[in-house]
């Protein structure tokens, strides 16, 4: 895809200097600009890029002043990054701007989507899948049984959906996620042998939900593991049979989730945190990375270590912690100086 600076301006509402006509077809760092593509400046420390770099168009602040001679054709905005960033998105909408139906696929007869629907090569969809407007769903992806799934949700490629689940509208699910797959449920029998539990319910991911690559939400054993609206799953998390997790609550890579455990609104839960089971996260909760949490948690806690302790008390605990071999060594001596006394 080319665009030309004219068009480029008239997205952003800015102002050419030098030749509207020059056009660009991919993205580059001011440091790095080459013929043909587009760049920023936003922080001043680049300037120096500005005069030396091959880009063909770059995006400065309306006041930028030049102190030197430079080649690439400047569109002047009222912020450089925030323009940046809206061109970034319009961009990745029109490269992602997929329709049609691939071939080969598998698609059920008594599957049923909407309009403006992309289904890439060698993706199953099952039965009475119901599918929305806008749906882009890549090549390699599998779609089960009775699934529904909203409006404008993009699945990449090599994504699993199991039978039953729900997806809402403006969901992002990325490479290699599965959504509900059985939970881990096994019962110990006489023998110390483990049968399986059944695992008869399906997950929901509600709206402006983003599942991370690599991240897995089992079904529950009975009802529904729920993902309320607008909530972000970093790649490689795991979410246990049960669990809920409310609205706008972010998780970063590798935290793992025990089954049945409640997880409130507008959390932030840092990378390789592990909760335990059947317990209650409030409101607010803010978890350092490597936490693990084995308690309910109330609302607006800032929590770390393992087992979980408070910031504040997390921290006044590790000076001393770090400081033992020191009150070790102050020890021994006092020691040493009361038997010598004796």
């Known amino acids: ?11 952003l509402e800015g102002t050419i200097e030098g030749n509207p006509e020059t056009e660009v077809f991919k993205l580059s760092k001011i440091e790095e600009g080459a013929e043909g593509s587009l760049t920023f400046l936003a922080n001043p420390k680049y300037t120096p890029h500005l005069y030396t770099t091959k880009a063909s168009v770059t995006i400065v602040d309306k006041n930028f002043e ?69 749906v882009k769903i890549y090549p390699n992806t599998y779609i089960g049984d009775n699934v529904t799934i909203g409006n404008n949700v ?27 797959a059985d939970g881990f449920g096994f019962a110990p029998n006489k023998k110390g042998e483990y049968s399986k539990v059944p695992q008869t319910g399906n997950v929901i991911l509600e709206d402006h939900v983003d599942i991370g690559a690599g991240t897995t939400i089992d079904r529950a054993t009975l009802g529904s593991t729920v993902i309320r ?15 809920e997790i409310d609205e706008n609550t972010v998780i970063a890579a590798q935290t793992g989730i025990a089954g049945s455990t409640k997880i409130g609104k507008n959390c932030m839960i840092g990378g390789q945190v592990g909760i335990v089971g059947h317990i209650v996260i409030g409101n607010n909760v803010k978890i350092q990375a490597q936490s693990g949490i084995t308690r309910n948690v109330k609302d607006n806690e800032v929590i770390q270590g393992s087992p979980a302790l408070g910031y504040g008390d997390f921290n006044k605990s590790y000076v001393h912690f770090k400081n033992l071999p020191k009150w070790v060594d102050k020890i021994h001596n006092i020691e040493k100086q009361l038997k010598n006394d004796d």
């Open 154 to 180: 993009i699945i990449f490629s090599g994504a699993k959906i199991y039978s039953d689940c729900v997806v809402g509208n403006d969901c992002v699910i990325n490479s290699g996620a599965i959504i509900g």
């Open 229 to 243: 609206k607008g909530v972000k799953l970093d790649n490689q998390i795991q979410i246990a049979h049960n669990v």
């Open 1 to 11: 895809m080319k665009f030309t600076a004219n068009q480029i301006a008239g997205i």
């Open 66 to 134: 030049a102190e030197a001679d430079f080649s690439t054709t400047l569109i002047r905005v009222d912020d450089a990054y925030k323009s940046f960033s809206k061109l970034l998105e319009y961009y990745n909408q029109v490269k992602m701007n997929k329709t049609g139906i691939e071939q080969p696929v598998f698609i059920a007869e008594s599957a049923k989507y909407g309009e403006g629907v992309y289904i890439g090569a060698f993706s199953y969809i099952s039965e009475n899948v119901q599918i929305g407007d806008n």
